[in-house]
Antibody, heavy 118, light 108 residues
Framework: QVQLKESGPGLVAPSQSLSITCTISGFSLTSYGVHWVRQPPGKGLEWLVVIWSDGSTTYNSALKSRLSISKDNSKSQVFLKMNSLQTDDTAMYYC????????????WGAGTTVTVSS | ENVLTQSPAIMSASPGEKVTMTCRASSSVSSSYLHWYQQKSGASPKLWIYSTSNLASGVPARFSGSGSGTSYSLTISSVEAEDAATYYCQQYSGYPLTFGSGTKLEIK
């Protein structure tokens, strides 16, 4: 059964950094890419970044200077780090699997809530 | 950036009604790379329709999608209570990947 599960700190102080983890099961990171997408409360979806099966990455240029993505294939984990958080970074952060043969997000995690507040 | 504009933002329908929502792109999108996701309240999005008109696994046949270029639509032939959700279109023709702002479907 394909699953993705996000985990994170929940609360982050303004100007601090965020580290969240996506732990996958039922498939291999050596075969699939994984994306990060976020959704502020009551708002729409924003794509952040993808890490491909070969470890290469593609970032949303609007956030590239603040984002870093990496993975550990052996642990089936993908890591997202974001620097200099502000209140408008408060959102649900989702990881999602890239479709094997086509360009869509075929399976999503349940998300992890990140609140930026002092 | 390819901006996707969805309309209406909110719609209300009675069970059995036919509904159509639209997604317009600021730049042309290949029909192979225009997708729809369903998100119910408190849940994560689910792939619903991919490549304009292909239903994802488990999606009822009352859903359909169509379009080309800069104009796409999602139609429900006969709305049911379980269809209450927000529907997002998404393009994968170019980076950054973008989503529409969503159409919230309410059932009367």
């Amino acid at each position: 059964q394909v699953q993705l599960k996000e985990s994170g700190p929940g609360l982050v102080a303004p100007s601090q950094s965020l580290s969240i983890t996506c732990t996958i099961s039922g498939f291999s990171l050596t075969s699939y890419g994984v994306h990060w997408v976020r959704q502020p409360p009551g708002k729409g979806l924003e794509w952040l970044v993808v890490i491909w099966s070969d470890g290469s990455t593609t970032y949303n240029s609007a956030l590239k200077s603040r984002l870093s993505i990496s993975k550990d294939n052996s642990k089936s984990q993908v890591f997202l780090k974001m620097n200099s958080l502000q209140t408008d970074d408060t959102a649900m952060y989702y990881c999602a699997r890239h479709g094997l043969h086509d360009r869509y997000f075929d399976v999503w995690g349940a998300g992890t809530t990140v609140t930026v507040s002092s | 950036e390819n901006v996707l504009t969805q309309s209406p933002a909110i719609m209300s329908a009675s069970p059995g009604e036919k509904v159509t929502m639209t997604c317009r792109a600021s730049s042309s999108v290949s029909s192979s790379y225009l997708h729809w996701y369903q998100q119910k309240s408190g849940a994560s999005p689910k792939l619903w329709i991919y490549s304009t008109s292909n239903l994802a696994s488990g999606v009822p046949a009352r859903f359909s999608g169509s379009g080309s270029g800069t104009s796409y639509s999602l139609t429900i032939s006969s709305v049911e209570a379980e269809d209450a959700a927000t529907y997002y279109c998404q393009q994968y023709s170019g980076y950054p990947l973008t989503f529409g702002s969503g159409t919230k479907l309410e059932i009367k």
